[in-house]
């Protein structure tokens, strides 16, 4: 967190645009708010496709982000279910950022369309969040809940409580509190693979974590990701927001086959096509590729996903060579519903200080 020195005690801010994609397609329609609304794939339920998401209307339903479309129509037969458009989320994004970056001594890190940490010494966080609600809804006409806190983690974490249009804080004061008996799955940064570890080594809550023998985490997870994991459970880590403007570290295509694909060859070209779409887009990029990924949804709703770490290299031909390990995995006789290809690239600094947890590529 940038800025000039000052006694003014320095809070990260975690902003968060409710039901965002939903949202923006209420303001294009407004005949649409207070109905269930999904939005995914090209609209069509008939269609193989995932929501991308959906209203809080739709969601009192059990609709859910990555669900089957079909299966959102089935628990939702009244709702207004539209396509993706990319172009009009990005837009309405870039007017939020934006609002963010104009509030006063704000430093802001954006994390994806709907989210970004804002860095700001106040001596009132609840006021200026509020001030910064109102610049949004004003500006953008859009909502957003916002998470106070004293470092990344728990401001990140912070936002959930707040929901919607609200505001909550988390500090090392009240986080145990608050936190302590929650699931670890529940922590940013920890998803349903990682809590079921963290479960074998009999650790369930966040309170369990915090206080966990960094022995075992160490031996489970490495000498440097065992103790990481001990530090999220008790919402330590940097409190630096970090406005570097946002490179990406991969690329990734994927598609999802009307009809499943069944013959070896029919699978591996179509790989081989979105492997050259990737390489495509990281030849504009300019950066060597170091990793390579494969996501494969065997019918009816399996879903794999394998990495392989390579030599860092520019030579498409390499790449290629390198991908066929990661296609070798595709079970036989498995028909696929879905397959993806992603290359990693270098970064330009890797080791740059003060960095957040990461989502996969998918």
């Not at 089957?68 to 007017?95: F, M, N």
């Not at 109102?134 to 859009?142: D, E, G, I, N, P």
């Not at 879903?303 to 290299?313: D, H, M, N, P, S």
Request: a neutral charge.
């Amino acid at each position: 967190m940038t800025g000039r020195a000052t006694d003014t005690p320095r809070w990260v801010l975690h902003v968060d645009l409710d039901q965002f994609i939903a949202a923006v397609e209420v303001l294009r329609r407004p005949d649409l708010a207070g109905k269930p609304v999904i939005v995914g794939g090209r609209g069509d339920p008939t269609e193989r496709a995932v929501v991308s998401t959906a209203s809080y209307e739709a969601r009192a339903f059990g609709v859910g982000s990555g669900m089957p479309l079909r299966i959102a129509a089935r628990k939702v037969p009244d709702a207004v279910i539209l396509p993706v458009d990319h172009a009009a989320y990005t837009a309405a994004s870039d007017e939020v950022m934006a609002t963010l970056r104009a509030q006063p001594d704000a430093v802001v890190q954006v994390l994806g369309w709907d989210e970004a940490f804002v860095g700001v010494a106040t001596a009132d966080p609840e006021a200026y969040a509020e001030n910064l609600q109102h610049a949004v809804l004003a500006r953008t006409r859009l909502h957003c809940s916002v998470g106070i806190g004293d470092t990344l983690v728990r401001a990140k974490n912070a936002t959930g409580f707040g929901k919607p249009r609200g505001r909550f804080r988390l500090t090392a004061e009240n986080w145990l509190d608050v936190m302590g008996e929650r699931p670890t799955i529940d922590l940013w940064g920890v998803g349903t693979k990682i809590s079921r570890r963290l479960e074998a080594l009999g650790i369930r809550t966040v309170r369990e974590l915090a206080v966990a023998d960094t022995a075992p985490l160490a031996a489970e997870f490495g000498p440097k990701m065992g103790p990481w994991y001990r530090q999220l459970g008790r919402g330590d880590g940097s409190n630096v927001v970090d406005d570097t403007p946002w490179v990406a570290r991969g690329h990734s295509r994927e598609t999802t086959y009307q009809q499943d694909l069944v013959a070896r060859d029919a699978i591996e070209a179509a790989a081989q096509v979105l492997l050259a779409q990737v390489l495509d887009d990281v030849a504009a990029e300019g950066r060597p590729v170091v990793g390579l990924g494969l996501k494969v949804r065997y019918a009816p709703f399996l879903t794999k996903t394998f990495t392989r770490k390579i030599a860092e290299t520019h030579d498409r031909a390499t790449v290629i060579a390198e991908a066929s390990v990661l296609l070798a995995k595709i079970e036989p006789d498995r028909p696929v519903r879905l397959l993806g290809m992603r290359a990693e690239m270098a970064m330009p600094d890797d080791a740059r200080e003060g960095h957040t947890p990461t989502r996969s590529g998918w």
